[in-house]
């Protein structure tokens, strides 16, 4: 396969479009699952919130404003060509270029703060952003990248399971994660499982977990049975839309895996409120 | 049954409201959420005056998207409360009659919202386009340096909200998800 040059600002371009995109247009997946969950709400204040959720995502989309104020920190999950040859720049500097502009120019808020304990002060741009790379063959980028809101964010949770505690011990910590985080996370939520690798491995799979559309399968049957089971039980504790009471807390349940360690089983859980957004392009 | 209030909210309204109220508020808020709060607190801590005054008012927990072209605020939904619990019962001890945020409280912020005779509004989170609709006008009070996290007063008609946590501690956090729970 030949080298392929790809220019910086192209992949600025490509970026800046995928947050704004991903701020304005909920997803098919989402939106057609928040229909279905007004139709079979039965809180009568939980249908009443989920039909203002599902009216403020028409809006958004309509006039091209951001469905939701915490427009997130922004993270990228790109499979980069082995083939591909950055000109005029820098991979990780074209992202964060694409994140400025798109912040900038597209009216989203600017969250990130430079020091996290000490200054706290707005980088007033919302770089850096989180970019997960990978390097697989050929010769394009694929980029998926979101906005991730903090409200759900600061629910989630991970956790060094052994292998004794098996299937049970697994579904035990991603109920008392949910349970834990109640209200808070904007529910319907998004639950972002990931199970296996090391401690950070584990994160970064339950980040990309709430990527994934949540009208797909894990490819494994064994592992799409417990997104299903787990699902249910959510649906079980009440919280409900907005937390105000009901029978959908979530609308999502989705887990990636990986091989791990002999002496380990680590249960990453990431929350995502139904503000779950993503966009994904290939250059 | 939806409950309208004109603002300054009066300790008559407030005696009324009762957890699960749906309300829909007119007249003008302060906004603030976590770095705001801390300076006021450290500000009270430090028995300094405050660069606003919070007797009577209500403030919202948000950080605002910024200002499409054409627009008077951008979209501008909730955020979680509890973060501010902290700083909180002070305000509310200073005369802030009211907050609106989304999600649980701690219990020192109920005692606070019983003992003073406040009340704890819920706006739906993740509705920021379409909560952005009912609020007409912004004006940045202090902080500016703070970007989104700047002190705002909002002139708002028809906000709409929940009454979560009413002045008797009424909390629709706890007593509504036990009615559809099944596990």
Do not use: W
């Amino acid at each position: 396969m030949e080298i392929r040059r790809i220019k910086a600002d192209d992949v600025t371009a490509a970026v800046k479009k995928l947050f704004m995109d991903c701020n304005y247009f909920i997803g098919k997946d989402i939106m057609n699952a928040l229909e279905k969950a007004c139709e079979n709400e039965q809180s009568p204040v939980g249908k009443s919130v989920l039909s203002q959720i599902i009216e403020n995502d028409k809006i958004a989309a309509k006039e091209e404003i951001p469905l939701c104020q915490d427009t997130g920190m922004s993270v990228l999950f790109v499979e980069y060509g082995d083939k591909v040859v950055i000109e005029d720049g820098n991979f990780d500097e074209a992202v964060n270029e694409g994140v400025r502009q798109a912040y900038e120019e597209g009216c989203l808020r600017k969250s990130v703060v430079a020091d996290p304990v000490f200054d706290r002060v707005n980088t007033r741009d919302n770089t850096p952003a989180i970019i997960h790379t990978k390097i697989v063959s050929g010769n394009t980028i694929k980029i998926t990248a979101g906005g991730k809101g903090f409200g759900s964010e600061n629910m989630s949770a991970i956790k060094m399971l052994t292998p004794s505690y098996g299937v049970e011990g697994v579904k035990q910590f991603i109920l008392d994660t949910v349970f834990k985080a109640g209200p808070n996370p904007c529910p319907p939520i998004v639950v972002g499982v990931g199970i296996g690798g090391t401690f950070e491995r584990a994160a970064q799979l339950a980040k990309k977990a709430t990527f994934r559309p949540i009208d797909t399968k894990n490819e494994d049957e064994r592992y799409a049975a417990l997104e299903d089971e787990l699902l249910t039980e959510i649906n079980k504790m009440g919280f409900g839309p907005a937390g105000l009471g009901g029978n959908t807390t979530a609308i999502g349940v989705n887990i990636e895996t990986s091989p791990t360690h002999i002496a380990g089983m680590p249960v990453a859980v990431n929350i995502c409120c139904h503000a779950a957004r993503h966009a994904c392009t290939t250059i | 049954m939806t409950k309208k209030i004109t603002l300054p909210i009066t300790d008559e309204d407030i005696k009324n409201l009762k957890a699960g109220d749906s309300v829909l508020l007119t007249g003008t808020i302060l906004t603030g959420r976590d770095a705001a709060h801390k300076r006021l607190f450290e500000l009270i801590e430090q028995g300094k005056e405050l660069p606003i005054d919070v007797k009577g008012e209500l403030i919202y927990y948000v950080g605002p998207a910024p200002a499409k072209e054409g627009y008077a605020v951008g979209p501008a939904g909730p955020t979680s409360s509890y973060r501010m619990d902290k700083y909180a019962p002070a305000l509310l001890d200073l005369g802030l009659k009211g907050m609106i945020g989304k999600g649980a409280r701690n219990k020192e912020v109920i005692d606070a919202i019983v003992k003073n005779k406040c009340v704890y509004f819920a706006a739906i989170g993740g509705a920021a386009a379409l909560i952005a609709k009912s609020i007409k006008s912004e004006e940045i009070l202090c902080y500016e340096d703070l970007g989104t996290e700047a002190v705002r007063r909002y002139t708002v008609e028809d906000f709409p909200c929940i009454v979560a946590i009413d002045s008797e501690g009424n909390n629709v956090y706890e007593t509504e998800p036990l009615k559809y729970r099944r596990s």
